[in-house]
């Protein structure tokens, strides 16, 4: 039996509190529905890609249980430098010792995301990788920036799509994930696991 498709009448599920996520979601005119998940993000492991997807598979199968039959989609994003996985920073110091590691040197933004049909079962997994350059930060700059507040709630301490583009020398790759959601893999994805018929959808 064929499920229903994404639609204004059965919107995705977005198992995050994101408001980037939302936005990014908004911005394509992709119907959705958010479910925080409140799963705890302090996961370890030997390779970021796998961290990211367990997380966004752990964040879906959890919302599931609270959203009933619908398309769910789980992310989580982190940001890497030389081995070393940078979550969210949960002070000042945090802030500064990250910014201070990513100055002047190139990391790479990982989102893994999954998505769950509406039986709750696992349609699709994948993480994907964007490689972002810094410019060399000064101290004030870097001070500067934390007193902005942007860099809290964000992986790696800063938001290329807010104040910290000042930071960004270049990227290569999807720029939508290092935001929180890489959206052509997503809406690939879920056309093939037939949640979505076409994109864009009909206006009306």
Known sequence: MPFPVISKQHPLILASASPRRKRLLAQICLPCRVVSSDVDEKETGDQPTEICRRLAEQKAIRVH???GPSWIL???TVVVIHKQVLGKPQDNAEAREMLRLLSGVEHAVVTGFCILNPLGEITHSEAVSTAVRFKGLEKEEIKAYISTGE???????YAIQGVGSFIVESISGSYTNVVG???CAVIKALIRVGALKAFPLPSA
Not at 151 to 157: L, R, S, V
Request: glycine content about 18%; overall charge neutral; aromatic content about 6%.
């Open 65 to 67: 249980s609270l959203a």
């Open 74 to 76: 789980g992310a989580d």
């Open 151 to 157: 860099p809290f709630g964000k992986a790696g301490a």
């Open 181 to 183: 959601l890489p959206l």
